[in-house]
């Protein structure tokens, strides 16, 4: 299955993986629940979050929320396609979470943030 996603032209500059959100309606039946999905730039998988928000009585997907990283041409609009069925890439950098001495760490390619143990003051470390 295949659904066309189209951004029209939005600023004069290129923005690539640029955050984006859409929520895609299906029919009944037409999307099995825990169906992996992808949204595509030409041939290449960007990276992709999705969730169902309703279902059909069937148990099939009704709405469809997915996030993605679009790469948005300067002065021109762009086509996407989400296709059902397609599992997402896997991120080159993907996100860790551990604890460290009682408190929580969590990185995201250059992003490093701890969090207080209990009983410490304040929230980061």
């Keep these: 299955m295949r659904v066309s996603l189209h951004f029209p032209k939005l600023s004069r500059f290129s923005r690539d993986a640029e955050p984006a959100t859409v929520a895609v309606p299906f029919a009944e039946g037409a999307l099995p629940a825990d169906t992996a999905v992808a949204v595509v730039d030409g041939d290449i998988a960007l990276p992709t979050q999705s969730r169902p928000t309703a279902n059909w009585p069937d148990g099939s997907v009704k709405w469809l929320l997915a996030d993605f990283l679009a790469n948005l041409p300067a002065n021109a609009p762009t086509d996407l396609v989400l296709r059902a ?10 996100a860790r979470a551990k604890l460290d001495e009682g ?23």
């Design 85 to 94: 069925g397609e599992p997402p890439p896997t991120p080159l950098s993907p």
């Design 103 to 125: 408190a929580a760490r969590m990185e995201a390619g250059p992003l490093s943030v701890s969090l207080n143990g209990p009983g410490e003051c304040g929230l980061l470390r």
